[in-house]
């Protein structure tokens, strides 16, 4: 980010108290280096006293007695997952309002041509020059109505909005909504380029997560997903001098979502209920996802049969979890997430492994915080662990001082992170990091796929990708595991979650291009949790010195 032009951004808005959205952008524009918001643009509409009866009478009088019913059903749903949302810290300051006069900036007051419809917005002469006039590079959408006219392309880089939805499969609103309804994998959204064809948008972002189980809680992660990197993304336009790469367009073939009605209100609320009743049955009958460990001896991963693996038992009130392994001074030893229900963490256990058996060696580190996913790389005749530390907020390495157990911190790499899944491969000369980074601070480590890259594997100047993340797709980008070719090739180990469900199956990508500019990977195969009987997921996969070992999850007591 050394190239750029600041750029001058303004924000239209309605004549009300601002959301989080608004606000949140216009606090990360006064650290940035890269843009300034110099001016909201309000929507003025003629305002009409109505005391609650009348507008109840005129929504009636619009919609119909059926629709009415049918917004007040859904506005009870709103607040009563609202009232719950509004319990957890990590969403106490979505539902804020911000006057406008907290927002130092010009302020230009516009009253736009609204259809009958309500909903499309055209600006006339006069205020088109008032914002002519104030020469901004950027519009950002920030107000209600589809914006249609010269207002479109008033600036350089044009108006960019928030959009819901993958946009080639599902569209429409409410935010976050049909995707719980439908119990749905992840949930979408994109930042577009507005234009005259409501159906054709320029996408310049795309971003996928994983579906929460209640629909309040999905429609704030989208909100925190999409504040952080529309913020990014203006900031990206700066540096590229103003350069848009847009996704190319497709056509839709699954209807517009519309408005729930009161049949899916009800049914939404009896899936939810349902749901959260089997979560308190589960719990009082100490039921549980609980992780185990297999292994096999083999030379070719990609036709070994998963069902004749040896299956490591797990110890009494523990359970173990990522494997990876390492054949070193005659000794192959897998290295393990040895979860204690009593401490309630994990430290990284060792087993050692033939073809005969497994024998339990030990902890090999162990730290006050939980560790997991202790990923191995050798490098000349020494071996260092990353395991996962995020709960330290940190990525770390360790080197082995006296194989297996014995272990020094080497050094931490990076600090205030917070990442999980950390994988370092050797490739063209240089160190590349995957990690899967929480850039909401939600506690979403399986939406985006990071990548830095440095010149020594010990070291604190990891440089960030410029492309990051890499991948943003709860589908695809969280780590779970790697396997290493004697041909210098790398295969990259995916989870991929499901509805209400963390580390449902995995896959296998080929790594084809990784250099600073660029990364691409090819997807090769899904695995799906059918290999034992009544397992329910699958989400670590690691392959190397001819053994393959992977984990699976059982829901029991």
């Not at 940190?394 to 992170?417: A, G, S, T």
């Not at 010990?458 to 041909?487: C, L, T, V």
């Not at 199956?505 to 250099?515: E, H, M, Q, Y």
């Not at 392959?543 to 699976?552: P, T």
């Amino acid at each position: 980010m050394n190239n750029f032009r600041k750029l001058k951004v303004g924000i239209i808005v309605d004549d009300k108290n601002q959301p989080y959205l608004i606000n949140g952008l216009y606090e990360k524009s006064l650290d940035s280096k890269y843009y300034s918001i110099e001016a909201l643009i309000i929507q003025k509409k003629d305002k009409i006293k109505n005391n609650l009866f009348r507008k109840i009478l005129n929504l009636t009088k619009k919609k119909g007695i059926k629709r009415l019913i049918d917004r007040l059903l859904f506005k009870v749903i709103t607040k009563i997952e609202t009232y719950i949302v509004k319990k957890k810290n990590t969403f106490k300051d979505i539902f804020n309002k911000y006057p406008i006069s907290k927002f130092e900036v010009q302020k230009i007051y516009v009253k736009p041509d609204i259809s009958q419809s309500g909903f499309i917005y055209r600006y006339k002469k006069p205020d088109l020059e008032k914002i002519k006039n104030l020469n901004l590079d950027l519009l950002v959408r920030g107000n209600t109505g589809i914006l249609k006219g010269e207002i479109l392309n008033i600036c350089r880089l044009g108006i960019i909005s928030f959009g819901h939805g993958n946009n080639n499969i599902d569209r429409g609103g409410p935010l976050g909504f049909w995707e719980v309804f439908n119990r749905e994998p992840s949930t979408a959204f994109i930042i577009q380029r507005l234009t005259e064809d409501i159906e054709g948008k320029d996408i310049i972002f795309k971003g996928k997560i994983a579906t929460s189980f209640l629909y309040k809680i999905n429609y704030c992660n989208l909100y925190i997903k999409y504040n952080i990197f529309l913020h990014k993304t203006i900031e990206k336009l700066s540096c590229e001098e103003g350069k848009i790469n847009f996704y190319p367009k497709t056509s839709h073939s699954n209807p517009l979502y519309k408005f729930p009605n009161s049949r899916d209100s009800v049914l939404y609320l009896l899936k939810s209920f349902f749901l959260g009743l089997k979560k308190v049955f589960a719990k009082f009958l100490g039921f549980e996802y609980k992780w185990h460990v297999a292994y096999q001896f083999t030379k070719d991963w990609r036709s070994s049969v998963l069902g004749k693996s040896i299956i490591i038992k797990n110890p009494t009130n523990r359970f173990l979890a990522d494997p990876f392994v390492i054949n070193y001074n005659n000794k192959t030893v897998l290295f393990v997430e040895d979860f204690n229900f009593n401490s309630n963490k994990g430290v990284i256990s060792a087993y050692e492994i033939d073809n005969n058996g497994y024998k339990e060696i030990g902890v090999a580190i162990e730290e006050k915080f939980h560790l997991s996913y202790p990923f191995l790389i050798k490098e000349e005749n020494d071996i260092f662990i990353i395991p996962e530390s995020n709960k330290a907020k940190d990525i770390r390495i360790y080197k082995c001082i006296d194989f297996p157990l014995k272990w020094e911190l080497k050094e931490i790499l990076m600090k205030n992170v917070s990442a999980a899944d950390t994988s370092i491969i050797k490739f063209n000369g240089k160190y590349w990091m995957f990690t899967n980074i929480d850039s909401s601070k939600t506690g979403d480590h399986s939406s985006e796929l990071h990548i830095f890259y440095s010149n020594n594997l010990i070291s604190k100047d990891w440089k960030p990708h410029k492309n990051n993340p890499i991948i943003f797709d709860s589908n695809q980008a969280r780590n779970g595991g790697m396997i290493f070719s004697e041909k210098n090739e790398f295969f990259r180990v995916f989870q991929q979650q499901s509805f209400d469900m963390y580390g449902k199956s995995l896959g296998i990508s080929k790594i084809k291009t990784l250099n600073e500019n660029e990364y691409k990977e090819e997807i090769l195969k899904i695995i799906e949790p059918n290999f034992f009987k009544n397992i329910k997921g699958t989400h670590s996969f690691c392959f190397n010195s001819n053994v393959l070992a992977f984990d699976f999850v059982k829901y029991q007591k």
